[in-house]
Each structure stands twice: as C-alpha cells, then as structure tokens.
C-alpha cells in the first residue's frame, strides 16, 4: 500500500527536522565550550603570572623587613661586653659585698635608662643574679637563680648568648643578650640585658604588612596579628613540649598550633595558605588566601614570614578569564561574519573595532603594571642607595670626632702656644733692631751673637708649630710608633701649659738597649699621651708639689704604660663616668668630657685597652696596655 503525495504534502511542518537550525544550536554549543575552556586556562595562566609576580616583589619585601628585623636584635650587642670594662662591676663578681652590689645597682640603672632596654644585669658564675637595673622595683631579678636559662648556659661557657623568652619574675616578653665577662682570661660572671623587639610589630602595623618571626622551637615570638603570637607553626611533639615547659622559655602559654584551613607548596620557601579571617559574631568565617614566603634571618635560627593577600590576585585572574572568553567570542564572531557573507559590512567593521578596542585596552594595563614594577625596584635601589650613604657618613663621623679630638686639645692650648710664640718674636724683634745698630757701630762680634741667638728662638717656634702641625694631622688605625718619640712630642706639645711652677717628671719606661715599639699609629699614640698627661697637669693645678710618672712594663706580647700623678684624684661619684662620651671634671670651658672617650676608642682600634687605677697614696693612674708590632723576618742571603 502506498502513500500519496498529497498526504506527505500534508505533514506539518512543526514536525519536520531542520538542519540549519541544529548546525546553529551545536555552534553555540561549542561557542560556549570553547569560551568556557578558554577563560578557565586565561584564568590559571593569569594567576600563575601573578602568584610569580607577587612572590618577586614578597622576595624583596622579605630582605628588607629581614634586614630590619636583623638590626633591631642586633643593636644592643655591645651592651653585655661593655660590663667588662667597669671596674665596679669586675670588684663585685671578685670579692661581692653590699656596697659594691649597691654601686654596680646604680649604675645598671643608669645605663639601663640612657640604652632604653628592659633590664641589665649580672649573675656570678652559678647563675644567681648579684645586681640588676631594677632593684627598685618590686619585681627585681636580685637574688634570683636564672642557672637554667639557656643564654646563662652559653654565656658562662664562653658563647655568646642569645635567648627569647618570657619572664620567669615579670612574665614580660623580650630579647635577652648574655656575655660571659672575663678576669685574667677566667670568666668570672655573666652580663645579661633583656630587651624589647614589639616595636617591630608596631612598625608591621603602621604599614599594614602581615608578618612574624618564628624561633629555633617554631613558636610565633613577633606577629604583627597578636591573635598568632605565641602559636607554633608545626606540631609539637609530647618530648618538646615538656622540654618547653621545663625552661619556661614561655611561662605558662598553651602553645596552640596556628593550623590553616588549607595549604599547597609552591616553591623553596612559597606556600599558598588560607586563614580564617576574624568576623562579626553570629557570621560564618571567610576563608582568606595568602601567599607565605619565608626566610632564615642571620645570625639567628629565627625564620622570618611574609604573607600576602592573595584577593586582588584573585580578581585580576578573573578579570582575564573573562577578557580571554570575550576575547574569543569577538574572535568567533569575526569568524562567523567572515564566513557569512550575508552580514552587512557595518557589523563586521564594528566587531573589528571593538576587538581592536580590547587588544588596546590590554596593552594599557600591560604597560602601566611594567611602570608600577620599575617604580618599585628604582625605589628599592635607591633605599639600597641611602643605606650605603649613611654607612660612609658613619665612619667619616667617626674619623672626625678623633680628628676633633685633636684639634679641641689645641684649641684648649691656644693661649698658652700664643703666649709661648709671642716671646720668641717679641725678642727677635729686639734683637733684629739691635743687630742693626751693632752692625752700623762695627760691633760684629755682638751682632753675631743677637743672629746666633735669632737662629735658635726661630728653630725654637719651628718645633712648637711643627709638632701642632704632626699633632693635627690625620691618621690611620693601623703602623707602628715609638714610645720614646710619642712621649717627648707629647711633652713638647704640652710644655706651655706646664705653668710657671716646677713639674718633677719621672721617665721608668726608657729601655737600656733600643727604643719601644707599639703596635698603633704614631699620631695616635702621640694623641692618646697628650689626652692622659694633660688630664694630669690639670689634676695638678697650680699646687706646690707636682710630680708626674711615666713608667712602663714588658709583657710578653703586649706592653704596659703607666701615667700617674700625685694631684687630689677624681671623685668616686665621678670615677664610674670617666669614660663616658661628654663628662668631664673641668670647669667652664676647659674640657668637652671627649678626651678619654677618644683615648680609650683609639686603644681598643689598636686591639688595647685603657684603664684607671686610684692609688691609695693619692692621685689617678691611667693604664694603657697596647700590643707590640709583630717581629720582622729577616730574609737570608741563600733565598
């Protein structure tokens, strides 16, 4: 049986298959694909190259606030070591008693205030605390057993100790800096000062940067969030923990885990992890991805962490998926204008030009990203810059505060070398005019004398202005100098304010076969002599009796010179500041309290030491213990 055509005819057409519709309806499905799978690969690449681009621009965030965190636990270094030259502090460890402790009491105090530290103090050798900067607090160290801290441990061994924890007394945080102090090449005792790093945390604050230090145990010790501080950042075993609560390293905190809610490694030292950020009760927390960057710090086994927020990353490479499907979508309609020629020529030149539209407005966030990124490093270059300036500007600050020395011990001698200079040419003009009048006379032999005599006042002024002009000179840390040439050059200098009354000078320090010789730049030495004699002539003053000593002693490697005198001495109130920067005993404008400091700096450059001893028969000794030049090795005649 079969059908007619006119019953075919009669289908509807509701119910008949079109091709072009379903070729139209599988390009749009793909279309979608295709966007789909293009955005999601625009969307990686662009988070890779920013993740990339951030951890450059972490790395140099990280060296820097690394350095800064380096400088801040390494600036007061010098404050243990410095005990070692306090003779009240070395008595006290030797032979304690109550009037010491109370001396050495008031000087840590002292020292504690100028320094801005937490506390210093000191511990014999079995670790009890003999004086401490606040004994007048109710929570004073005095008396205390700290044997069982580890920088105890390390300092009384000869180590430099380095600890932080928290107060066993005070329950306050801090960094303690421990040295052993030595007698005679023996330790005698311990020189601890605590001090505090939160300004750190401060300064992260301020600049709103998300970073902490974490120490040897893998404990949050600096946070600028205080929520992490005091969290380890891996577990703890049960042996560590109650090895951690045995040293009260941190008194009596939990030590909770800092557990994100996710983490995957990127790199050597790059992790990406995610925190719960804080939120308002009552609303679910919101998960925040950061990107950690960690660092060893020098000299340290702290590791310092930089997290960046990884939100406007985040974005960025959502941004770029969506250009990069659009991207393709305009690509795709271009196609499918070029390919369907039915479409008039208006919308395909608009197509055109809104992709041109794009590539361009991509190349804008292109460029200015390159400019905001060399702004940076030529921002970073020049801190690096003005760093290295201010080092150079340090030590030219150093040499000049010598070369000041030197020029304010010849400003205080001004009167006196005018004085002395203005009678050799007061008697040279005499003998100039009666040179004249001897010579019209014919009288030949006296006018030979009054030029013999001119020849000597002239060699006379040549020394005193020569030996200003070697005194003024600068000089280096390093050479070798005579002690015989140094004292008398001394001398010279100083011989106009020697005064009108008789100076008895004692040299016991001439050798018999050759001259001494010192490991330390002639100027040097010869500025070092004229700080302590001239010390000593104004000691002396004007009394009836003066007498200064200058006597030296042969120790092996090292050689020992004593300048004593027999004026009052110095105050005990006064003795414990001696060598401190800008104290001085003289009245009026006659010292800048410089002369010791500097004498006392350009020994130890010299690896010496100068020290003070007050004679019980009256007086003040200066010590000043240099080393002697390495001998020459003399070369034979075979090699």
Known sequence: MQCSPARLRAVPPALTVKP???????????????????????YHLSKAFGIRALAENGERQLELNARAVESEITKYTYLPSLL???DDVRRLLQTPSAYRRQRVNDYLEGLNGRSGSLATYVLDTSGRVLATSNWRE?????????????????????????FYGIGSTTGEPGYYLAHGLKSNGRIIGVAVVKVRLDSLEQRWQRARLEAYVSDENGIIILSSDPARRLKAVH?????????????????WWALEELQPLARRALGDGIEQVSFAATRAAGQAPEAIDYLAQTRPLDDTPWHLTLLTPLQ?????????????AVALALLAFLLIAWNERRKVIATRLAAREALEQANNELERKITERTADLQASNQRLQAEVRERQQAETTLRQAQDELVQAGKLAVIGQMSTSIAHELNQPLAALRTLSGNTVRFLQRGALDVASSNLQTINELVDRMGKITGSLRAFARRSDAGGEASLNQAVDAALLLLQPRQGQRALQIHRDYLHEQADTRLAIDQIRLEQILVNLIANALDAMGE??????????????????????????????????HLFEPFFTTKPGEKGLGLGLTLSASLAAAASGSLTVQHPESGGTAFELSLPKPAPHRETSAHE
């Open 543 to 576: 009394q009836e009796d003066r007498q200064l000593w200058l006597s030296g002693r042969d120790e092996g490697a090292r050689y020992l010179l004593t300048v004593r005198d027999n004026g009052p001495g110095i105050a005990p109130d006064a003795r414990v």
């Open 138 to 162: 109710p929570s004073s160290f005095l008396g205390e057993d700290l044997s069982f801290r580890a920088y105890f441990q390390d300092a009384v061994q000869g180590k430099p100790g380095r």
């Open 84 to 86: 070692e030259l306090n």
């Open 235 to 251: 577990p703890l075993g049960p042996n560590t923990r109650e090895r951690l609560a045995r040293s009260l390293q941190y008194h």
């Open 20 to 42: 072009r519709l379903v070729r139209h309806l599988l390009l749009t499905v793909l279309m979608l694909v295709l966007m789909l799978g293009c955005g999601y690969a625009g």
């Open 312 to 324: 406007d990353q985040h974005r960025a490479a959502m941004s770029h998926a969506i250009l990069a």
